[in-house]
């Protein structure tokens, strides 16, 4: 049981140029979540999705699309990467949704990405 | 809004001692607090979190946290910090109708020896 995994570890991009994160999760969680995380600001999140086939729209969508065509896996792109998305990445899934505070979620070890 | 605050960005302590790291929250209605640990390199680690009764909510590795509604406070303590603890932790809030959670801007623990 591999939980929460991210691929790749580290990438350097330079501006205008595209790339795709993914995110796998082997335990059937139903909603997956990407966030940023940056120095002094936490962790933003992006877009979310509440199981296959659907995508919805965080704090700080812009700049970003999301896919999740298969249950375990949560795909972010940046068609045309600028240096603003410099940041840490990170994906989590829970197995139901977050309200009522009784799910938690599980963190992959995140993926580091520098726009030059 | 549903926010939290952390307002201290580091907090050092010597190993041994108790810890406390802080956090405000300003919600509408009963919030739904919770604490994460990140360390090196690695993903966010559930910590704890409080959704009604007990005031003082029991964590793993020893951490716990005091709700104070009046202080519109969840900080987060240990009563003997250990150097492993050494960690950045992250206070949030659950938000957008209990879909979303909303973090702090995180503190980080240094224990020394």
């Known amino acids: 049981n591999a939980g929460v995994t991210q691929t790749p570890k580290f990438r350097v991009l330079k501006t205008g140029q595209s790339m795709t994160l993914l995110c796998a999760q082997d335990m059937n969680h139903e909603y997956m979540y990407w966030y940023r995380q940056d120095p002094g600001m936490g962790l933003r999140l992006i877009h979310y999705s509440v199981g296959e086939g659907t995508t919805a729209k965080g704090e700080v969508p812009d700049g970003y699309n999301v896919s999740r065509l298969k249950k375990q896996n949560f795909l972010l792109g940046l068609e045309s990467a600028a240096p603003s998305q410099t940041s840490v990445y990170f994906c989590?899934?829970?197995?139901?949704?977050?309200?009522?505070?009784?799910?938690?979620?599980?963190f992959g070890p995140g993926t580091r990405l520098l726009v030059l | 809004a549903q926010s939290v605050a952390q307002p201290e960005d580091q907090v050092n302590v010597a190993e041994g001692n108790p810890l406390t790291v802080k956090c405000t929250y300003s919600?509408?209605?009963?919030?739904?607090l919770f604490w994460y640990v990140q360390y090196p390199n690695r993903g966010l680690q559930f910590l704890l979190k409080y959704i009604t009764g007990d005031n003082l909510v029991k964590g793993s590795y020893g951490f716990e946290a005091e709700f104070n509604k009046s202080q519109t406070s969840f900080h987060l303590k240990k009563p003997s910090a250990l150097v492993s603890d050494s960690a950045l932790y992250f206070c949030?809030?659950?938000?957008?109708?209990?879909?979303?959670?909303?973090f702090g801007t995180g503190t980080q623990l240094k224990v020394e020896l």
């Open positions: 989590a899934s829970s197995y139901f949704g977050l309200a009522g505070g009784q799910e938690t979620q599980y």
């Open positions: 919600v509408s209605g009963n919030p739904y």
């Open positions: 949030a809030v659950l938000t957008g109708g209990g879909n979303k959670l909303t």
